[in-house]
């Protein structure tokens, strides 16, 4: 025979069935004020002893009546309008648009927020990790990149947290995960002894002086072509980026801000660069751009960029490097040659310098090569 308990408290009972049932008040509804009956079963007593302990814990604080009403598909989209794109620029609420879209929500969007665990998020990850893509890539392959798929877990991460401060769920589930380790590819650059016969082939193209900025700058490719001659500030031998094109999940390019806030900033480029820029200007005045497109006469499209790079490898007799290569190629030279890691790290438009550290590991590895046989040189001087 169940003992009867005290509110809140719960009750087991043996059904006809022959499994254990414990019921408890979960809380009450706040219109009606009538209360919100749950149970938990078990095979043995003692099972359903711990299910209901645990149960009550998980239910303190948390606003049962509204808990039931949400899915995991109807949350993200409420977190998602309410919270998340009016606070983050574009690129990144599209993006995010697209994983719950079509990689969260088809596979466990209908299932109970409050009931969602880290078992069923662990299988998403793998799922979307080994079959994620519902169009094959240039390969041919449907996974998705485990970069992505981390991506997915921390934008999960971040709407399961503001459940847990609205007392839906006791206990982000992303917590108990463990999240995709991001597969490192290894970094290319253009060899600095290649570098005058890439600059050549560009000049023969009549594209000098925007590869020559993109190779003592580092910037991003979306930033490098939204560039207007008013960025440039001939006195001061800096360019302003505040601005980028980029491509949105629906294939369309859009202006917007750049993609940090540390990205918005003033990059500091050696004179022959504002020489050429200035020579560049001369051949178009009237022109807004800083590098308009021959056939358009507005900004090039980031695409038409990428193709003029892959032509001056071709023309240099050169292997291929991407156009982001570049970047890394100025990042990677500024380090060897003495460019202290904050200011690289500042020019790149990165968080902090930690992160850029970690990104030209082998660069700083051959920093600290030299650091080592000056130390050594000194010491046998010493000794």
Same mark, same amino acid.
């Given at each position: 025979? %169940?003992?009867?308990?005290?509110?809140?408290?719960?009750?087991?009972?043996?059904?006809?069935?022959? +499994?254990?049932?414990?019921?408890?008040?979960?809380?009450?509804?706040?219109?009606?004020?009538?209360?919100?009956?749950?149970?938990?079963?078990?095979?043995?007593?003692?099972?359903?002893?711990?299910?209901?302990?645990?149960?009550?814990?998980?239910?303190?604080?948390?606003?049962?009546?509204?808990?039931?009403? @949400?899915?995991?598909? #109807?949350?993200?989209? #409420?977190?998602?309008?309410?919270?998340?794109?009016?606070?983050?620029?574009?690129?990144?609420?599209?993006?995010?648009?697209?994983?719950?879209?079509?990689?969260?929500?088809?596979?466990?969007?209908?299932?109970?927020?409050?009931?969602?665990?880290?078992?069923?998020?662990?299988?998403?990850?793998?799922?979307?990790?080994?079959?994620?893509?519902? +169009?094959?890539?240039?390969?041919?392959?449907?996974? &998705? %990149?485990?970069?992505?798929?981390?991506?997915?877990?921390?934008?999960?991460?971040?709407?399961?947290?503001?459940?847990?401060?609205?007392?839906?769920?006791? +206990? $982000? *589930?992303?917590?108990?995960?463990?999240?995709?380790?991001?597969?490192?590819?290894?970094?290319?650059?253009?060899?600095?002894?290649?570098?005058?016969?890439?600059?050549?082939?560009?000049?023969?193209?009549?594209?000098?002086?925007?590869? @020559?900025?993109?190779?003592?700058?580092?910037?991003?490719?979306?930033?490098?072509?939204?560039? +207007?001659?008013?960025?440039?500030?001939?006195?001061?031998?800096?360019?302003?980026?505040?601005?980028?094109?980029?491509?949105?999940?629906?294939?369309?390019?859009? &202006?917007?801000?750049?993609?940090?806030?540390?990205?918005?900033?003033?990059?500091?480029?050696?004179?022959?660069?504002? !020489?050429?820029?200035?020579?560049?200007?001369?051949?178009?005045?009237?022109? *807004?751009?800083?590098?308009?497109?021959?056939?358009?006469?507005?900004?090039?499209?980031?695409?038409?960029?990428?193709?003029?790079?892959?032509?001056?490898?071709? !023309?240099?007799?050169?292997?291929?490097?991407?156009?982001?290569? &570049?970047?890394?190629?100025?990042?990677?030279?500024?380090?060897? $040659?003495?460019?202290?890691?904050?200011?690289?790290? #500042?020019?790149?438009?990165?968080?902090?310098?930690?992160?850029?550290?970690?990104?030209?590991?082998?660069?700083?590895?051959?920093?600290?090569?030299?650091?080592?046989?000056?130390?050594?040189?000194?010491?046998?001087?010493?000794?």
């Amino acid at each position: 025979m %169940s003992r009867k308990r005290a509110n809140g408290e719960g009750n087991i009972r043996k059904r006809k069935d022959g +499994r254990w049932e414990g019921r408890y008040t979960a809380g009450y509804h706040p219109d009606t004020g009538k209360r919100i009956i749950k149970n938990v079963l078990g095979k043995t007593q003692a099972e359903v002893k711990d299910k209901l302990k645990k149960a009550l814990e998980d239910a303190q604080g948390i606003d049962v009546a509204h808990a039931d009403d @949400y899915t995991v598909g #109807s949350w993200l989209k #409420s977190w998602y309008d309410l919270y998340a794109k009016p606070n983050i620029r574009t690129a990144t609420a599209d993006k995010y648009q697209l994983f719950i879209e079509e990689y969260v929500t088809p596979k466990i969007g209908h299932i109970k927020l409050a009931k969602l665990t880290a078992r069923d998020l662990q299988k998403l990850y793998k799922g979307l990790t080994e079959h994620g893509r519902t +169009r094959p890539d240039k390969q041919g392959n449907y996974s &998705l %990149s485990t970069t992505t798929v981390r991506s997915v877990h921390l934008m999960l991460h971040c709407a399961f947290e503001r459940a847990v401060k609205e007392r839906l769920i006791p +206990r $982000n *589930p992303t917590e108990d995960c463990i999240a995709p380790k991001v597969q490192k590819k290894e970094m290319k650059i253009l060899r600095p002894e290649d570098l005058k016969a890439y600059l050549t082939a560009a000049e023969k193209r009549d594209a000098l002086p925007m590869f @020559y900025l993109e190779l003592v700058s580092g910037l991003r490719k979306g930033e490098l072509v939204a560039l +207007r001659w008013d960025d440039l500030d001939v006195k001061h031998r800096t360019i302003s980026v505040s601005k980028q094109l980029v491509r949105n999940p629906n294939g369309e390019v859009i &202006l917007s801000r750049p993609k940090t806030e540390t990205s918005v900033r003033q990059v500091s480029i050696p004179q022959d660069a504002v !020489d050429l820029l200035i020579q560049e200007h001369s051949k178009h005045s009237d022109n *807004p751009y800083m590098f308009p497109s021959p056939t358009t006469g507005e900004m090039y499209h980031p695409d038409s960029v990428v193709n003029i790079h892959k032509k001056i490898l071709k !023309d240099a007799d050169l292997p291929h490097v991407r156009f982001h290569d &570049l970047r890394h190629t100025f990042a990677t030279l500024a380090l060897q $040659n003495g460019v202290d890691v904050k200011t690289v790290s #500042s020019m790149l438009g990165h968080y902090d310098a930690g992160f850029t550290l970690r990104t030209y590991t082998h660069a700083t590895r051959q920093m600290q090569d030299d650091a080592a046989e000056k130390m050594g040189s000194f010491m046998a001087q010493v000794m």
